[in-house]
């Protein structure tokens, strides 16, 4: 029993010890984090460590609760993420390497396809437009409602 801890402490430490080094050789090799921009809201809806590393099951999630069982909310929305993340200098999170989903996935070495079929820049909210009143057909004429 006593070697079975000896072993696992000297693998617990060799990992240790491999990680720092796969840390202080990125470091020396120039790689830094990204630099974001902050989004647009008070805070996300979940802390950054969280959403840094379950965004997308989160946003699968979203998705299979739309599309197959009808239920429409905002809270993990792509629309209401890009809303917030978009750049303040190209209006997207994706118009170049700077915007903040195309920044991150590059560091991480993970290719996007959202894109593909979603938008890269916030909707437009379109007004209404004025309901103009309908000339009366001539056919009408003389009819009283």
């Given amino acids: 029993m006593a070697s079975v801890r000896s072993n696992l402490r000297r693998i617990a430490l060799l990992g240790g010890l ?4 796969m840390v202080s050789a990125a470091v020396k090799a120039g790689v830094d984090l ?3 921009e902050h989004g647009k809201g008070e805070h996300c809806v979940e802390d950054t460590q969280y959403m840094r ?6 946003l699968f999630h979203h998705r299979n609760e739309t599309m197959h069982q009808g239920i429409r909310t905002t809270k993990y929305s792509l629309t209401q993420c890009v ?19 195309v ?9 996007l396809d959202c894109w593909d079929c979603h938008a890269t820049k916030p909707m437009q909210r379109k007004t209404a437009p004025t309901a103009a009143r309908p000339t009366p057909s001539p056919m009408l004429a003389g009819v009283s409602k």
């Fill in 18 to 21: 491999a990680g720092l080094i």
């Fill in 34 to 36: 990204p630099k974001l």
């Fill in 53 to 58: 590393r379950h965004h997308m099951e989160l």
């Fill in 83 to 101: 809303e917030c993340h978009a750049s303040s200098k190209t209006g997207s999170v994706a118009a170049s390497k700077e915007d903040f989903c």
């Fill in 103 to 111: 920044a991150c996935h590059d560091y991480a070495g993970v290719k």
